[in-house]
Protein backbone atom coordinates (compact mmCIF):
# COMPACT_ATOMS: atom_id res chain seq x y z
CA UNK A 1 0.00 0.00 0.00
CA UNK A 2 1.05 3.59 -0.66
CA UNK A 3 2.07 5.57 2.77
CA UNK A 4 1.26 9.18 3.15
CA UNK A 5 2.89 11.60 5.12
CA UNK A 6 1.89 13.80 7.43
CA UNK A 7 -0.95 16.41 6.17
CA UNK A 8 -0.56 19.37 8.52
CA UNK A 9 2.37 20.77 10.50
CA UNK A 10 5.93 20.90 8.96
CA UNK A 11 7.31 17.75 10.04
CA UNK A 12 6.92 15.22 7.48
CA UNK A 13 7.39 11.85 8.80
CA UNK A 14 5.66 8.69 7.40
CA UNK A 15 2.18 7.90 8.70
CA UNK A 16 1.66 4.18 7.34
CA UNK A 17 -0.84 3.31 4.45
CA UNK A 18 -3.14 5.63 2.72
CA UNK A 19 -5.65 3.02 2.41
CA UNK A 20 -7.37 1.48 6.01
CA UNK A 21 -7.38 -1.60 6.56
CA UNK A 22 -10.40 -3.44 5.37
CA UNK A 23 -12.30 -5.55 8.04
CA UNK A 24 -12.37 -9.05 7.16
CA UNK A 25 -16.13 -10.57 5.63
CA UNK A 26 -18.00 -13.56 5.02
CA UNK A 27 -17.98 -14.11 1.45
CA UNK A 28 -21.04 -12.86 -0.57
CA UNK A 29 -22.02 -16.48 -1.76
CA UNK A 30 -21.54 -17.69 1.79
CA UNK A 31 -23.51 -15.26 3.06
CA UNK A 32 -26.60 -15.35 1.31
CA UNK A 33 -27.00 -18.67 2.80
CA UNK A 34 -26.96 -17.76 6.55
CA UNK A 35 -28.08 -15.39 9.27
CA UNK A 36 -24.39 -14.92 11.00
CA UNK A 37 -22.86 -11.49 10.88
CA UNK A 38 -21.34 -10.36 7.46
CA UNK A 39 -17.96 -8.53 8.59
CA UNK A 40 -15.85 -10.53 11.55
CA UNK A 41 -14.12 -7.19 12.95
CA UNK A 42 -10.62 -6.33 13.40
CA UNK A 43 -7.90 -8.63 15.20
CA UNK A 44 -5.79 -7.20 18.06
CA UNK A 45 -2.93 -6.35 15.11
CA UNK A 46 -5.37 -5.02 12.58
CA UNK A 47 -6.56 -2.84 14.77
CA UNK A 48 -3.25 -1.16 15.99
CA UNK A 49 -1.89 -0.65 12.67
CA UNK A 50 -5.65 1.10 11.53
CA UNK A 51 -5.49 3.06 14.80
CA UNK A 52 -1.28 4.13 13.57
CA UNK A 53 -2.68 5.64 11.00
CA UNK A 54 -4.99 8.56 12.87
CA UNK A 55 -3.14 12.51 13.14
CA UNK A 56 -3.99 12.67 16.66
CA UNK A 57 -5.52 16.45 15.39
CA UNK A 58 -5.34 18.99 18.12
CA UNK A 59 -8.80 20.36 17.45
CA UNK A 60 -10.37 17.12 16.76
CA UNK A 61 -13.17 17.86 14.09
CA UNK A 62 -14.08 13.74 14.45
CA UNK A 63 -15.32 14.35 18.10
CA UNK A 64 -17.03 17.64 16.95
CA UNK A 65 -19.34 15.34 14.07
CA UNK A 66 -19.77 13.03 16.95
CA UNK A 67 -23.60 13.80 17.77
CA UNK A 68 -22.14 12.45 21.58
CA UNK A 69 -18.99 13.63 21.64
CA UNK A 70 -16.79 10.66 21.74
CA UNK A 71 -13.16 11.18 22.69
CA UNK A 72 -12.08 9.86 19.60
CA UNK A 73 -8.00 10.71 19.16
CA UNK A 74 -7.56 9.39 23.02
CA UNK A 75 -9.46 5.95 22.23
CA UNK A 76 -7.73 5.45 19.26
CA UNK A 77 -4.09 6.46 20.91
CA UNK A 78 -4.73 4.03 23.53
CA UNK A 79 -5.74 1.06 20.66
CA UNK A 80 -2.54 2.19 18.94
CA UNK A 81 -0.84 1.76 22.10
CA UNK A 82 -2.39 -1.58 22.69
CA UNK A 83 -4.37 -0.17 25.62
CA UNK A 84 -7.62 -1.63 24.62
CA UNK A 85 -9.18 -2.07 28.08
CA UNK A 86 -8.58 1.84 28.61
CA UNK A 87 -9.92 2.46 24.98
CA UNK A 88 -12.84 0.72 25.70
CA UNK A 89 -13.16 2.89 29.19
CA UNK A 90 -12.83 6.05 27.11
CA UNK A 91 -15.31 5.05 24.74
CA UNK A 92 -18.07 3.93 27.32
CA UNK A 93 -17.35 7.64 29.29
CA UNK A 94 -19.45 9.61 26.42
CA UNK A 95 -21.24 6.77 24.61
CA UNK A 96 -23.29 3.66 26.55
CA UNK A 97 -23.74 1.47 23.36
CA UNK A 98 -20.57 1.27 21.88
CA UNK A 99 -20.59 -2.10 20.08
CA UNK A 100 -23.63 -1.23 18.50
CA UNK A 101 -22.79 2.27 17.24
CA UNK A 102 -19.45 0.51 15.79
CA UNK A 103 -21.37 -1.42 13.79
CA UNK A 104 -24.89 0.47 13.03
CA UNK A 105 -23.48 4.30 13.33
CA UNK A 106 -23.29 6.55 9.39
CA UNK A 107 -19.69 7.10 10.52
CA UNK A 108 -19.39 8.06 6.51
CA UNK A 109 -21.56 11.17 7.06
CA UNK A 110 -20.27 11.97 10.94
CA UNK A 111 -17.15 11.41 12.77
CA UNK A 112 -15.32 10.09 9.42
CA UNK A 113 -16.77 12.52 7.23
CA UNK A 114 -14.59 14.89 8.89
CA UNK A 115 -11.31 12.99 9.73
CA UNK A 116 -8.36 14.87 8.32
CA UNK A 117 -6.74 11.82 7.07
CA UNK A 118 -9.52 11.75 4.41
CA UNK A 119 -8.30 14.50 2.72
CA UNK A 120 -5.76 12.37 0.78
CA UNK A 121 -6.59 8.39 1.12
CA UNK A 122 -9.29 7.40 3.19
CA UNK A 123 -10.54 8.34 6.17
CA UNK A 124 -9.60 6.58 9.84
CA UNK A 125 -11.84 3.52 10.19
CA UNK A 126 -13.41 4.78 13.52
CA UNK A 127 -16.69 2.95 13.73
CA UNK A 128 -14.24 -0.35 12.97
CA UNK A 129 -12.28 0.74 15.50
CA UNK A 130 -14.98 1.27 17.95
CA UNK A 131 -16.74 -1.92 17.42
CA UNK A 132 -12.98 -3.40 17.82
CA UNK A 133 -12.79 -1.84 21.44
CA UNK A 134 -16.31 -2.52 22.74
CA UNK A 135 -15.93 -6.33 21.33
CA UNK A 136 -12.69 -6.90 22.53
CA UNK A 137 -14.13 -6.05 26.36
CA UNK A 138 -17.12 -7.92 26.13
CA UNK A 139 -15.54 -10.97 24.14
CA UNK A 140 -13.19 -11.30 27.66
CA UNK A 141 -16.04 -10.49 29.46
CA UNK A 142 -14.49 -7.28 31.16
CA UNK A 143 -17.02 -4.91 30.71
CA UNK A 144 -16.73 -2.79 33.90
CA UNK A 145 -20.20 -1.23 35.01
CA UNK A 146 -19.83 2.76 35.53
CA UNK A 147 -19.99 3.89 38.54
CA UNK A 148 -23.19 4.69 39.85
CA UNK A 149 -23.78 7.89 42.11
CA UNK A 150 -25.82 7.67 45.65
CA UNK A 151 -29.06 6.91 45.54
CA UNK A 152 -30.93 10.08 44.88
CA UNK A 153 -34.31 8.75 45.40
CA UNK A 154 -35.60 10.60 42.08
CA UNK A 155 -38.01 8.07 40.11
CA UNK A 156 -38.34 8.50 36.58
CA UNK A 157 -40.28 6.39 33.48
CA UNK A 158 -38.52 5.95 30.36
CA UNK A 159 -41.34 5.18 27.68
CA UNK A 160 -39.14 3.01 25.05
CA UNK A 161 -36.47 0.61 25.09
CA UNK A 162 -35.02 1.68 22.03
CA UNK A 163 -31.31 3.88 21.81
CA UNK A 164 -33.31 6.95 22.87
CA UNK A 165 -34.60 5.56 25.87
CA UNK A 166 -31.58 2.82 27.18
CA UNK A 167 -29.46 6.49 27.07
CA UNK A 168 -31.56 8.14 28.76
CA UNK A 169 -31.95 5.46 31.38
CA UNK A 170 -28.17 4.60 31.80
CA UNK A 171 -27.71 8.46 31.83
CA UNK A 172 -29.87 8.75 35.14
CA UNK A 173 -29.18 5.57 36.45
CA UNK A 174 -25.30 6.54 36.68
CA UNK A 175 -26.42 9.92 38.58
CA UNK A 176 -28.13 7.82 41.72
CA UNK A 177 -31.90 7.84 39.95
CA UNK A 178 -34.04 5.19 40.47
CA UNK A 179 -35.20 4.47 36.66
CA UNK A 180 -38.31 2.60 35.00
CA UNK A 181 -38.47 1.30 31.27
CA UNK A 182 -41.63 0.64 30.16
CA UNK A 183 -41.31 -1.72 26.74
CA UNK A 184 -44.49 -2.06 24.62
CA UNK A 185 -43.16 -5.19 23.30
CA UNK A 186 -42.06 -8.59 24.89
CA UNK A 187 -38.11 -7.62 23.73
CA UNK A 188 -35.96 -4.88 24.66
CA UNK A 189 -34.28 -3.12 22.12
CA UNK A 190 -36.62 -1.27 19.94
CA UNK A 191 -35.31 -1.43 16.14
CA UNK A 192 -32.07 -2.30 17.39
CA UNK A 193 -34.26 -5.46 18.35
CA UNK A 194 -37.10 -5.90 15.95
CA UNK A 195 -35.79 -3.80 12.48
CA UNK A 196 -32.20 -4.40 12.37
CA UNK A 197 -30.92 -7.67 11.28
CA UNK A 198 -29.15 -10.32 12.59
CA UNK A 199 -26.33 -10.06 9.85
CA UNK A 200 -25.48 -6.53 10.70
CA UNK A 201 -26.08 -6.57 14.24
CA UNK A 202 -26.24 -9.46 16.06
CA UNK A 203 -28.83 -9.69 19.19
CA UNK A 204 -26.46 -10.91 21.40
CA UNK A 205 -24.88 -7.58 21.91
CA UNK A 206 -27.83 -6.07 22.25
CA UNK A 207 -28.99 -7.83 25.19
CA UNK A 208 -25.54 -7.75 26.12
CA UNK A 209 -25.83 -3.86 26.53
CA UNK A 210 -29.40 -4.39 28.35
CA UNK A 211 -27.84 -6.35 30.78
CA UNK A 212 -25.09 -3.76 31.73
CA UNK A 213 -27.67 -1.39 32.23
CA UNK A 214 -29.93 -4.24 34.33
CA UNK A 215 -26.77 -4.73 36.25
CA UNK A 216 -26.68 -0.17 36.84
CA UNK A 217 -29.78 -0.79 38.31
CA UNK A 218 -32.07 0.34 35.57
CA UNK A 219 -35.55 -1.86 35.99
CA UNK A 220 -37.53 -2.94 32.75
CA UNK A 221 -41.12 -3.76 32.47
CA UNK A 222 -41.99 -5.27 29.24
CA UNK A 223 -45.38 -5.94 27.44
CA UNK A 224 -46.42 -2.49 28.96
CA UNK A 225 -47.90 0.20 26.34
CA UNK A 226 -47.41 3.79 27.66
CA UNK A 227 -50.79 5.38 26.97
CA UNK A 228 -52.76 2.72 27.09
CA UNK A 229 -51.88 -0.23 29.77
CA UNK A 230 -51.13 3.35 31.45
CA UNK A 231 -51.36 7.08 30.74
CA UNK A 232 -48.75 9.39 30.95
CA UNK A 233 -51.25 11.12 33.75
CA UNK A 234 -51.38 8.09 36.09
CA UNK A 235 -47.93 7.38 35.68
CA UNK A 236 -46.58 11.21 36.59
CA UNK A 237 -49.42 11.32 39.51
CA UNK A 238 -49.32 11.39 43.30
CA UNK A 239 -46.69 8.77 44.20
CA UNK A 240 -46.06 7.89 40.76
CA UNK A 241 -42.85 9.37 38.89
CA UNK A 242 -41.41 12.67 39.17
CA UNK A 243 -40.35 12.95 35.60
CA UNK A 244 -41.14 11.08 32.58
CA UNK A 245 -38.89 10.35 28.89
CA UNK A 246 -40.72 9.40 25.91
CA UNK A 247 -38.35 7.20 23.28
CA UNK A 248 -41.26 5.11 21.84
CA UNK A 249 -39.51 5.98 18.14
CA UNK A 250 -41.43 6.06 14.58
CA UNK A 251 -42.50 2.78 14.23
CA UNK A 252 -45.92 3.64 12.35
CA UNK A 253 -45.22 2.13 8.36
CA UNK A 254 -45.99 4.48 5.62
CA UNK A 255 -47.57 2.78 2.62
CA UNK A 256 -47.96 3.85 -1.10
CA UNK A 257 -51.53 4.36 -1.41
CA UNK A 258 -51.38 2.63 -5.17
CA UNK A 259 -54.12 -0.13 -5.96
CA UNK A 260 -53.75 -3.74 -5.06
CA UNK A 261 -51.69 -2.88 -1.77
CA UNK A 262 -54.22 -5.02 -0.34
CA UNK A 263 -53.16 -8.18 -1.60
CA UNK A 264 -51.37 -10.95 0.00
CA UNK A 265 -47.57 -11.00 -0.40
CA UNK A 266 -47.51 -7.19 0.64
CA UNK A 267 -45.57 -6.51 3.55
CA UNK A 268 -44.58 -2.97 5.22
CA UNK A 269 -40.60 -3.60 5.73
CA UNK A 270 -41.55 -3.45 9.45
CA UNK A 271 -43.64 -6.45 9.76
CA UNK A 272 -41.53 -8.45 7.32
CA UNK A 273 -38.19 -7.48 9.09
CA UNK A 274 -40.01 -8.03 12.85
CA UNK A 275 -41.52 -11.47 11.79
CA UNK A 276 -37.45 -12.12 10.23
CA UNK A 277 -35.78 -10.98 13.64
CA UNK A 278 -37.66 -10.52 16.79
CA UNK A 279 -40.07 -13.49 16.31
CA UNK A 280 -37.23 -15.67 14.50
CA UNK A 281 -39.77 -16.48 11.64
CA UNK A 282 -36.51 -17.54 9.63
CA UNK A 283 -35.52 -20.87 11.81
CA UNK A 284 -37.01 -24.18 11.65
CA UNK A 285 -39.68 -24.74 13.73
CA UNK A 286 -40.62 -20.96 14.51
CA UNK A 287 -44.01 -20.76 15.31
CA UNK A 288 -44.17 -17.34 13.64
CA UNK A 289 -44.82 -17.57 9.60
CA UNK A 290 -43.23 -15.30 6.82
CA UNK A 291 -43.61 -15.73 2.94
CA UNK A 292 -40.56 -16.53 1.36
CA UNK A 293 -41.41 -16.12 -2.46
CA UNK A 294 -39.53 -16.69 -4.98
CA UNK A 295 -38.97 -12.87 -6.61
CA UNK A 296 -38.70 -10.28 -4.13
CA UNK A 297 -39.57 -6.34 -4.70
CA UNK A 298 -38.49 -4.23 -1.90
CA UNK A 299 -39.44 -0.36 -2.70
CA UNK A 300 -37.43 2.48 -0.92
CA UNK A 301 -33.88 3.19 -1.29
CA UNK A 302 -32.66 3.49 2.67
CA UNK A 303 -31.08 1.16 5.15
CA UNK A 304 -34.54 -0.15 6.11
CA UNK A 305 -35.09 -1.14 2.52
CA UNK A 306 -31.22 -3.06 2.33
CA UNK A 307 -32.13 -4.68 5.39
CA UNK A 308 -35.51 -6.28 3.87
CA UNK A 309 -33.83 -6.71 0.23
CA UNK A 310 -31.20 -8.77 1.96
CA UNK A 311 -32.89 -10.34 4.62
CA UNK A 312 -34.94 -11.68 1.34
CA UNK A 313 -31.99 -13.34 -0.20
CA UNK A 314 -31.26 -14.99 3.41
CA UNK A 315 -35.02 -16.62 3.43
CA UNK A 316 -34.59 -18.23 0.13
CA UNK A 317 -35.73 -15.80 -2.85
CA UNK A 318 -33.94 -16.57 -6.32
CA UNK A 319 -34.42 -12.18 -7.29
CA UNK A 320 -34.11 -9.98 -4.57
CA UNK A 321 -34.98 -6.37 -6.16
CA UNK A 322 -34.74 -2.89 -4.78
CA UNK A 323 -37.31 -0.46 -6.79
CA UNK A 324 -36.35 3.37 -6.18
CA UNK A 325 -37.57 5.88 -7.38
CA UNK A 326 -34.57 8.26 -7.76
CA UNK A 327 -31.03 7.39 -8.41
CA UNK A 328 -28.43 5.34 -6.84
CA UNK A 329 -26.90 9.09 -5.82
CA UNK A 330 -29.76 10.25 -3.68
CA UNK A 331 -30.12 6.81 -1.80
CA UNK A 332 -30.59 7.66 1.67
CA UNK A 333 -28.93 3.80 2.81
CA UNK A 334 -25.49 3.69 4.18
CA UNK A 335 -22.94 3.31 1.67
CA UNK A 336 -21.64 -0.03 3.33
CA UNK A 337 -25.04 -1.33 3.21
CA UNK A 338 -25.86 -0.61 -0.82
CA UNK A 339 -22.58 -2.37 -1.38
CA UNK A 340 -22.78 -5.66 0.86
CA UNK A 341 -26.17 -5.52 -0.88
CA UNK A 342 -24.87 -5.44 -4.42
CA UNK A 343 -22.43 -7.95 -3.83
CA UNK A 344 -25.39 -10.10 -2.68
CA UNK A 345 -26.90 -10.14 -5.83
CA UNK A 346 -29.56 -8.00 -5.14
CA UNK A 347 -31.08 -5.72 -8.12
CA UNK A 348 -31.29 -2.27 -8.45
CA UNK A 349 -33.90 -0.64 -10.85
CA UNK A 350 -33.89 2.94 -9.44
CA UNK A 351 -35.81 5.63 -11.31
CA UNK A 352 -38.78 3.46 -11.27
CA UNK A 353 -41.86 3.94 -9.25
CA UNK A 354 -44.56 1.66 -8.86
CA UNK A 355 -48.24 2.56 -9.90
CA UNK A 356 -49.85 -0.11 -9.11
CA UNK A 357 -49.28 -3.86 -7.35
CA UNK A 358 -50.97 -6.92 -10.16
CA UNK A 359 -52.93 -9.44 -8.44
CA UNK A 360 -52.94 -13.05 -9.47
CA UNK A 361 -56.63 -13.12 -9.66
CA UNK A 362 -56.63 -15.21 -6.48
CA UNK A 363 -55.67 -11.84 -4.17
CA UNK A 364 -51.70 -13.20 -4.80
CA UNK A 365 -49.04 -10.59 -5.93
CA UNK A 366 -47.95 -11.47 -9.51
CA UNK A 367 -45.81 -8.33 -10.35
CA UNK A 368 -45.52 -4.75 -9.99
CA UNK A 369 -46.27 -1.75 -12.33
CA UNK A 370 -43.98 0.80 -12.42
CA UNK A 371 -43.39 4.06 -14.39
CA UNK A 372 -40.04 4.98 -15.53
CA UNK A 373 -38.80 8.65 -13.88
CA UNK A 374 -36.25 11.30 -14.59
CA UNK A 375 -34.10 13.56 -12.05
CA UNK A 376 -35.51 17.27 -11.94
CA UNK A 377 -34.49 20.18 -10.07
CA UNK A 378 -33.86 19.43 -6.10
CA UNK A 379 -36.76 19.29 -3.88
CA UNK A 380 -36.87 20.57 0.21
CA UNK A 381 -34.65 17.75 0.90
CA UNK A 382 -31.69 19.23 -1.59
CA UNK A 383 -31.96 15.83 -3.44
CA UNK A 384 -33.22 16.29 -7.24
CA UNK A 385 -36.57 15.47 -7.60
CA UNK A 386 -38.19 12.58 -9.54
CA UNK A 387 -40.55 12.94 -12.45
CA UNK A 388 -42.11 10.59 -14.28
CA UNK A 389 -41.38 9.27 -18.11
CA UNK A 390 -44.84 9.95 -20.06
CA UNK A 391 -45.89 6.36 -21.29
CA UNK A 392 -43.23 4.88 -19.62
CA UNK A 393 -44.69 1.82 -18.02
CA UNK A 394 -43.59 -1.00 -17.31
CA UNK A 395 -43.57 -4.42 -15.02
CA UNK A 396 -41.64 -6.08 -12.61
CA UNK A 397 -42.73 -9.87 -11.85
CA UNK A 398 -42.79 -11.07 -8.01
CA UNK A 399 -44.62 -12.98 -5.64
CA UNK A 400 -44.06 -10.81 -2.38
CA UNK A 401 -43.67 -6.12 -2.52
CA UNK A 402 -41.92 -5.22 0.89
CA UNK A 403 -43.17 -1.70 1.10
CA UNK A 404 -39.66 0.82 2.74
CA UNK A 405 -41.09 3.86 2.05
CA UNK A 406 -40.60 5.34 5.74
CA UNK A 407 -41.90 5.69 9.36
CA UNK A 408 -44.45 7.79 11.05
CA UNK A 409 -44.79 8.11 14.94
CA UNK A 410 -47.74 6.07 16.24
CA UNK A 411 -50.36 8.63 18.27
CA UNK A 412 -51.07 6.98 20.91
CA UNK A 413 -49.36 8.73 23.61
CA UNK A 414 -50.28 12.47 22.08
CA UNK A 415 -53.84 11.09 21.46
CA UNK A 416 -54.44 9.91 25.36
CA UNK A 417 -52.09 12.87 26.46
CA UNK A 418 -53.77 16.78 24.76
CA UNK A 419 -51.30 18.71 26.52
CA UNK A 420 -48.21 17.19 24.75
CA UNK A 421 -47.75 19.37 21.69
CA UNK A 422 -47.16 17.65 18.02
CA UNK A 423 -46.15 18.68 14.61
CA UNK A 424 -48.85 18.03 11.98
CA UNK A 425 -46.47 14.88 10.88
CA UNK A 426 -47.07 13.44 14.69
CA UNK A 427 -44.18 13.80 15.94
CA UNK A 428 -43.54 15.33 19.65
CA UNK A 429 -42.73 18.57 19.48
CA UNK A 430 -39.65 18.84 22.12
CA UNK A 431 -36.54 21.18 21.85
CA UNK A 432 -34.15 18.99 20.05
CA UNK A 433 -31.28 20.79 22.60
CA UNK A 434 -33.08 19.31 25.78
CA UNK A 435 -36.03 16.98 25.26
CA UNK A 436 -38.07 19.64 26.72
CA UNK A 437 -42.04 19.16 25.54
CA UNK A 438 -44.77 21.50 26.35
CA UNK A 439 -45.54 19.19 29.01
CA UNK A 440 -43.67 20.33 32.42
CA UNK A 441 -41.85 16.97 33.49
CA UNK A 442 -41.99 15.25 30.27
CA UNK A 443 -38.83 14.95 28.13
CA UNK A 444 -39.17 13.39 24.77
CA UNK A 445 -36.02 12.40 22.12
CA UNK A 446 -35.09 9.86 19.08
CA UNK A 447 -37.16 9.23 16.55
CA UNK A 448 -40.63 9.93 18.35
CA UNK A 449 -39.20 13.91 17.96
CA UNK A 450 -37.07 14.09 14.88
CA UNK A 451 -39.21 11.03 12.48
CA UNK A 452 -37.06 8.30 11.69
CA UNK A 453 -33.28 8.99 12.21
CA UNK A 454 -30.49 7.12 13.06
CA UNK A 455 -29.15 5.28 16.03
CA UNK A 456 -26.45 7.89 17.68
CA UNK A 457 -29.19 11.31 17.35
CA UNK A 458 -31.41 9.23 19.59
CA UNK A 459 -28.84 8.07 21.68
CA UNK A 460 -27.48 11.85 21.70
CA UNK A 461 -31.26 13.29 22.44
CA UNK A 462 -31.66 11.04 25.38
CA UNK A 463 -28.56 12.15 26.80
CA UNK A 464 -29.52 15.71 26.48
CA UNK A 465 -32.75 14.79 27.92
CA UNK A 466 -31.76 12.92 31.01
CA UNK A 467 -29.16 16.13 31.65
CA UNK A 468 -32.29 18.64 31.78
CA UNK A 469 -34.32 15.87 33.53
CA UNK A 470 -31.10 16.24 36.67
CA UNK A 471 -31.48 20.22 36.06
CA UNK A 472 -34.93 20.45 36.11
CA UNK A 473 -35.64 18.12 39.33
CA UNK A 474 -32.32 19.78 41.40
CA UNK A 475 -33.87 21.64 43.93
CA UNK A 476 -37.22 20.88 43.67
CA UNK A 477 -37.35 19.06 47.04
C1 LIG B 1 -34.66 -1.73 9.55
C2 LIG B 1 -33.99 -0.50 10.09
C3 LIG B 1 -32.63 -0.34 9.89
C4 LIG B 1 -31.98 0.77 10.40
N1 LIG B 1 -30.64 0.88 10.22
C5 LIG B 1 -29.97 1.89 10.82
C6 LIG B 1 -28.55 1.97 10.74
O1 LIG B 1 -27.88 1.18 10.10
N2 LIG B 1 -27.93 2.99 11.39
C7 LIG B 1 -28.63 3.90 12.13
O2 LIG B 1 -28.01 4.77 12.75
N3 LIG B 1 -29.97 3.87 12.20
C8 LIG B 1 -30.66 2.88 11.57
N4 LIG B 1 -32.02 2.83 11.66
C9 LIG B 1 -32.73 3.89 12.39
C10 LIG B 1 -32.59 3.70 13.90
O3 LIG B 1 -32.72 2.35 14.23
C11 LIG B 1 -33.60 4.56 14.64
O4 LIG B 1 -33.36 5.92 14.27
C12 LIG B 1 -33.45 4.42 16.16
O5 LIG B 1 -33.64 3.09 16.56
C13 LIG B 1 -34.44 5.33 16.87
O6 LIG B 1 -34.34 5.08 18.24
P1 LIG B 1 -35.53 5.40 19.25
O7 LIG B 1 -35.04 4.99 20.59
O8 LIG B 1 -35.99 6.78 19.05
O9 LIG B 1 -36.74 4.46 18.77
P2 LIG B 1 -36.90 2.90 18.53
O10 LIG B 1 -35.62 2.21 18.28
O11 LIG B 1 -37.97 2.80 17.49
O12 LIG B 1 -37.47 2.36 19.91
C14 LIG B 1 -38.75 2.75 20.37
C15 LIG B 1 -39.26 1.71 21.34
O13 LIG B 1 -40.43 2.22 21.97
C16 LIG B 1 -41.40 1.18 22.05
N5 LIG B 1 -42.72 1.82 22.14
C17 LIG B 1 -43.45 2.41 21.15
N6 LIG B 1 -44.60 2.91 21.64
C18 LIG B 1 -44.59 2.63 22.97
C19 LIG B 1 -45.50 2.90 24.03
N7 LIG B 1 -46.64 3.56 23.82
N8 LIG B 1 -45.18 2.45 25.27
C20 LIG B 1 -44.03 1.78 25.51
N9 LIG B 1 -43.13 1.50 24.54
C21 LIG B 1 -43.41 1.94 23.30
C22 LIG B 1 -41.20 0.41 20.76
O14 LIG B 1 -41.74 -0.90 20.86
C23 LIG B 1 -39.67 0.41 20.67
O15 LIG B 1 -39.13 -0.67 21.38
C24 LIG B 1 -32.72 1.75 11.12
C25 LIG B 1 -34.10 1.61 11.29
C26 LIG B 1 -34.73 0.50 10.79
C27 LIG B 1 -36.21 0.36 11.00
Known amino acids: MPTDERLTGSRR????PVSRVPMREQEPAVRTSNFAEVPFGYSDEEARIEANRCLGC??????AACPVAVPIPTFISQISDGAFAAAARTIRQANSLPAICGRVCPQEDQCEKECLRGRRGEALAIGHL????ADWERRGGRIEAPARKPETGR???????GPAGLTAAS???KEGCSVVVFE???ELGGVLTYGIPEFRLPKAIVRQEIADLEALGVKFVR????????????LLGPDGFEALFIGTGAGLPAFLGIPGESAIGVYSANEYLTRSNLMKAYQAGASTPILCGRRVVTVGGGNVAMDAARTALRLGAEVSTIVYRRGEAEMPARAEEVRHAREEGVVFRTLANPVAVIEDGEGFVRGLTCLQMELGEPDASGRRSPKPVPGSEFEVDCDI????IGNRPNPLISSTTPDIRVSAKGTILANPADGRTSRPRVYAGGDIVTGAATVIRAMGAGKAAARSILEDLAGTR
Do not use: M, Q, W, Y
Open 130 to 133: ERFA
Open 223 to 234: NFVVGRTETVDR
Open 13 to 16: EPLG
Open 184 to 186: ALH
Open 58 to 63: RKAPCV
Open 401 to 404: VVVA
Open 155 to 161: RIAVAGS
Open 171 to 173: ELA
